[in-house]
Nanobody
Framework: QVQLVESGGGLVQPGGSLTLSCAASGSISSIRTMGWYRQVPGNQRELVAT???????IVATSLKGRFTITRDNAKNTVSLQINILKPEDTAVYYC?????????WGQGTQVTVSS
């Protein structure tokens, strides 16, 4: 069984920064892409960023410049750094990994941007 544990969410003032982390554990064979998605109540879950097993990042076009995704293959972790946070970044952020046979989701971590 695979578990994804996310951390780093919370309440941040506009203009601030935040780093989300996700650690994968369990029976994982050959993790391929790792990524982050976010969802606001009433909306569909949307892609924030993904990163390939060779370290190539892909960030959603509208978020480029403020979001940075990195991974540590030795530790099976993926991180998302968010700079210059805006109120519209408020959402539940979900970690996602894709193994050889299927994908897995974390339970989500709330990020709230408010003064």
């Amino acid at each position: 069984q695979v578990q994804l544990v996310e951390s780093g969410g919370g309440l941040v003032q506009p203009g601030g920064s935040l780093t989300l982390s996700c650690a994968a554990s369990g029976s994982i064979s050959s993790i391929r892409t790792m990524g982050w998605y976010r969802q606001v109540p009433g909306n569909q879950r949307e892609l924030v960023a993904t990163i390939t097993d060779t370290g190539i990042p892909i960030v959603a076009t509208s978020l480029k410049g403020r979001f940075t995704i990195t991974r540590d293959n030795a530790k099976n972790t993926v991180s998302l750094q968010i700079n210059i946070l805006k109120p519209e970044d408020t959402a539940v952020y979900y970690c996602n990994i894709n193994g050889a046979l299927r994908g897995y989701w974390g339970q989500g971590t709330q990020v709230t941007v408010s003064s």
